[in-house]
């Protein structure tokens, strides 16, 4: 049990890093590759995990299948993931690359340069957003399935107390 909180909380505080972020609780509306507008408080009453990717970073290559089981397994229960593309490609471009790598979350069109609505300091980059719409955490590099269950699975247990 003790083992489990050390690992829990090491977790948490590999995630957290917001000082400056924890203020800002933006909703926003991006489109998606087929078209389809999704805005950030759609999604309340659910975690949303919001990943900045690109199809030519390697971490990002190696954090997909993760996010895929993570979102395969929460969607229609607690959580979804949300894939943001940073690297300006039309959606057409990124279908085949969506269908090959077996993508089920959906991904939304980002652009180099635009305003984002949180900084993102390297890809991938990934926030977590609670149920009630506000930033719980902040993640800079690759995560884990392990990283993330453990981190929602935490925050559950937390407020059913």
């Not at 389809?36 to 408080?41: P, Q, Y």
């Not at 199809?55 to 894939?83: I, M, N, Q, S, Y």
Request: charged share 20%; with cysteine; proline share 7%.
């Amino acid at each position: 049990m003790l083992r489990r909180a050390i690992r829990v909380g090491l977790v948490f505080f590999a995630l957290v890093g917001l000082s400056a972020v924890q203020a800002v609780n933006p909703d926003f509306v991006l489109t998606d590759v087929s078209g389809a507008k999704h805005r950030l408080s759609d999604y309340r009453g659910k975690w949303v995990v919001v990943n900045y990717w690109a199809t030519w970073c390697p971490p990002c290559l190696v954090e997909l299948p993760v996010l895929v089981r993570f979102h395969e397994r929460h969607k229609d229960r607690d959580a979804v993931v949300l894939g943001v593309n940073l690297e300006g490609k039309e959606a057409a471009e990124l279908h085949g690359f969506i269908a090959e790598n077996f993508i089920t979350f959906p991904v939304l069109l980002g652009k180099p340069g635009e305003e984002l609505p949180w900084p993102v300091p390297g890809l991938p980059t990934t926030y977590i957003v609670s149920p009630e719409g506000k930033v719980a955490a902040r993640h800079i590099g690759p995560l884990t399935g392990v990283e993330l269950e453990e981190f929602i699975g935490s925050q559950n247990q937390a407020s059913n107390l």
